[in-house]
């Protein structure tokens, strides 16, 4: 599975604790590839000075068989 954000030019900011990205301490800025545990709750936004914040994306990741 995968999620994604497309922001050219943006920082991307994300939890995998369910918690809102924007307003959480325990949110990482992206780097690159992120693994997530089955019952990771991924959240994430785009912020780029000058524009407005992209919505929270949210994917709730479940075990694959």
């Known amino acids: 599975n ?3 954000i497309a922001a ?3 920082t991307i900011y994300y939890t995998t604790n369910g918690a809102d990205p ?5 949110a990482k800025t992206y780097t690159g590839p992120v693994t ?4 990771d709750q ?4 785009a912020a780029a000075e000058g524009k407005f914040n992209s ?4 994917h709730d990741h479940t ?3």
Do not use: E, F, Q
């Open 22 to 26: 924007r307003y959480s301490v325990d």
């Open 42 to 45: 991924l959240r994430a936004y």
């Open 2 to 4: 995968s999620a994604t």
């Open 36 to 39: 997530l545990a089955a019952g």
């Open 63 to 65: 075990a694959s068989t």
């Open 8 to 10: 050219a030019g943006s």
């Open 55 to 58: 919505d929270v994306a949210k």
